[in-house]
């Protein structure tokens, strides 16, 4: 009976060691990325943005990739990163990535891959990847056509002058200059 109730103790405690453990356990940091793209149709030569969020503790950092003046087969046009502002109990901070494509079809917008690092213990770091996102790039033509048409016909010339008429204005203004 005394060893029945060592044992139930012995069990009890090694319980609220484990559920003290488990508490105790250090959280990692709450840092997460979320991107978005605004269209998923576009027109060749149009402007994308792809949007990324990024929320971290105030401990935290992000190594941002080194983008390059092509992102896949995207041409990057400009790319912007705003100020870390307070959100709840860490920042926020967004970069926004204006993209365009000069080609048709079903084009990719690549994932990218983002470092957060800790400044408190900087062998802790957390990779993320936004999504990957396609989009379909069509033409300003109409369908079945393969060449471009001008969008206003050329007009026709009324008279052609004759070039006797264009020496005589030209040997004019030459005579005027000497005089001058």
């Known amino acids: 009976m005394l060893r029945e109730r060592r044992f ?7 319980f609220i060691l484990i559920l003290f453990a488990g508490g105790v356990k250090t959280e990692a940091f709450q840092t997460s ?8 149709i576009a027109t060749i030569g149009d402007r ?13 950092h992000f190594d941002l990739p080194e ?7 995207w041409e990057l046009v400009n790319k912007t990163l705003s100020d870390p502002q307070e959100f709840k109990d860490g920042f ?9 494509v000069f080609d048709t079809g079903r084009v990719v917008v690549p994932a990218i891959t983002f470092k957060a690092v800790s400044q408190l213990d900087s062998t802790r770091v957390l990779s993320f990847r936004t999504d990957q ?6 033409s300003v033509l109409p ?8 969008i206003k ?14 020496c005589l204005l030209y040997t004019s203004d030459a005579a005027d200059e000497l005089d001058g």
Request: charged share 30%; glycine share 4%.
């Open 67 to 73: 983008f390059d003046q092509k992102l896949g087969e």
């Open 92 to 100: 926020e901070q967004r970069l926004r990535l204006e993209l365009t």
């Open 153 to 166: 016909p050329p007009f026709a010339i009324r008279r052609i002058i004759p070039w006797s008429y264009v």
């Open 48 to 60: 994308i943005h792809l949007d990324v969020i990024m929320r971290y503790p105030g401990d935290v």
């Open 8 to 14: 139930k103790e012995a069990r009890f405690l090694v």
């Open 33 to 40: 990325i979320e991107s978005s793209i605004d269209t998923t």
């Open 133 to 138: 996102y396609t989009v379909n790039v069509i």
């Open 143 to 150: 369908p079945g056509t393969t060449e471009p048409k001008d």
